[in-house]
Every structure is written in C-alpha cells, then in structure tokens.
C-alpha cells in the first residue's frame, strides 16, 4: 500500500463506476493512468475469485492487466492498468468508427479463446466490460471485470466457456445493430448499463456533498 502511495502522491482521480462488488475510480498524473477498484471487506470471496482469475491472465494479450493487490484495512483493492473507456460508452459518446468495431469484437473473440486456454471463463461479458483504446484509425480492445470468473479446476468449465461464447454472440448481433442503424440503436441491456452509469454518478456525488 505504502509503495502504491508514494507511487501515485499527487494523481488526480476521477469516477469511473460502481459494480455489484465496489467502486472503480481512475488516478492521473496527467501522462500515466491506473484504474482502481475499491472491493468492500465483505465481498472477500469475489476479490479472491477476482485476484486469482487476473493472476491466471497476466501477461495475456487482450485481458486486464494487474499492477498491485492491496489488503487495506476497509476495502480489498485491485489495481491495473487503464484500458481505455467502455464500448458501451464509446459508442454513446459515437467515438468509435464502423471499421473500429468490427475489429474490437474480433479481438474480443481472440481474446476470448485466450482466456479459455488460460483455464478461465469471464462469465460476465457484455459491452461495459469491454474497455477500447482508440488510435486515430486503430483500436486495442480488453475484457475487464473478472469477478464472477470461474476454473478448469471448478466443475462445469465447459458449460461455462459455452456461456461466454452466448454472451459474445449476444455481444456480436448488438454490435451489428449499432453498425445497421447507427449509435441510436439501443437494447435492454444498454438502457440498464446507462442507469448503472447514472445512480454510480448519483451516488458518488452524495458521498461528496456529506463529507
């Protein structure tokens, strides 16, 4: 914690979100980003899942990307490197070209396989935890989020790796609305991932205003 301190001494840091697990901020010193999740002392077992599931993935191209697990005294934290923003909100915010994403959601599918041979499922793929990283015409996707991962080791591992296939088929046929009728083209799922994104930003004001 103290290395995560001295290291980060002065970063400015923004909300990014609220999960069903803890709250994600992002820290800048204006040239370096690191993304860090706050997991309530409560909700050990997902930090464990989530901490063992991004330790099977390190170093896999396409996956979240660890810089530190802290143990603090309220909260479990997880740090990693900053992928870029959702394609959830890429697309609202209309940053993302056609061309972009349909290479996204091939490198999604790649990343994907990767992860399976890696001996874990995601479980929880859909277009808010995808981040992108746009390059003028180029773009790196990443899958985030690994907290309700699962293991070869666990029982069911090739059901699971069928869910994520669903998911990511589920995840294609948005996409190819979006590309057929244009970022207005809105699913259920989409309309509840922005009233996350609202109460997440609500809530996080209040905190602010109280103190």
């Not at 088929?169 to 207005?184: D, F, H, N, S, T």
């Amino acid at each position: 914690m103290a290395e995560y301190l001295k290291r980060t001494k002065g970063w400015r840091p923004s909300f990014l979100g609220r999960g069903a697990f803890g709250v994600v901020n992002l820290v800048s010193n204006g040239q370096e980003k690191l993304v860090v999740k706050l997991i309530d002392r409560l909700e050990e077992r997902s930090f464990l899942r989530e901490a063992r599931a991004l330790s099977k993935v390190s170093g896999v191209d396409g996956l979240q990307q660890v810089e530190a697990v802290v143990l603090d005294h309220e909260y479990f934290i997880i740090i990693s490197q900053f992928a870029g923003a959702s394609l959830g909100v890429s697309i609202e915010k209309q940053q993302v070209s056609p061309a972009q994403l349909e290479a996204a959601l091939d490198q999604v599918c790649a990343a994907l396989k990767r992860m399976h041979k890696a001996g874990v499922t995601h479980l929880d793929l859909h277009r808010d935890n995808v981040c992108l990283l746009l390059e003028e015409e180029r773009v790196r996707a990443t899958l985030i989020d690994l907290g309700l991962s699962r293991f070869e080791a666990e029982q069911h591992f090739e059901e699971n790796k069928q869910a994520d296939r669903r998911a990511y088929r589920k995840l294609g046929v948005e996409m190819k609305a979006v590309l057929e009728e244009g970022p207005a083209a809105e699913d259920e799922g989409q309309r509840k991932g922005k009233e996350r994104r609202k109460k997440g930003k609500a809530k996080e004001a209040k905190k602010k205003l109280s103190r």
